[in-house]
Nanobody, 116 residues
């Protein structure tokens, strides 16, 4: 059973930055494509960014050029560097496998609140 623990969220002013971390238990982290998702208030969860085992990445149009996903396989950790934050980035952020169907159990997420 893989466990995902997200951290690094907080309250920040528009234009600010945050760095999120997600630590995954289990021995197969390095072979999995991982992603960050977010769920804004009252909305469905959406894909923000993904990173394959080889390091290639993909981003939602809304965050392209502002967010950077990275991973450290030695630490079983995936990161999300978020710059130039906007109020519409306010959401609970989760990490999980980059997959439409074969997901791990969701962690508790980390709240990001961007004030205007």
């Amino acid at each position: 059973q893989v466990q995902l623990v997200e951290s690094g969220g907080g309250l920040v002013q528009a234009g600010g930055s945050l760095r999120l971390s997600c630590v995954a238990s289990g021995s197969f982290f390095s072979s999995n494509s991982m992603a960050w998702y977010r769920q804004p208030p009252g909305k469905q969860r959406e894909l923000v960014a993904g990173i394959r085992s080889g390091g290639s990445t993909n981003y939602a149009d809304s965050v392209k050029g502002r967010f950077t996903i990275s991973r450290d396989n030695a630490k079983n950790t995936v990161y999300l560097q978020m710059n130039s934050l906007k109020p519409e980035d306010t959401a609970v952020y989760y990490c999980n496998r980059w997959s439409a169907t074969n997901l791990y159990s969701w962690g508790q997420g980390t709240q990001v609140t961007v004030s205007s």
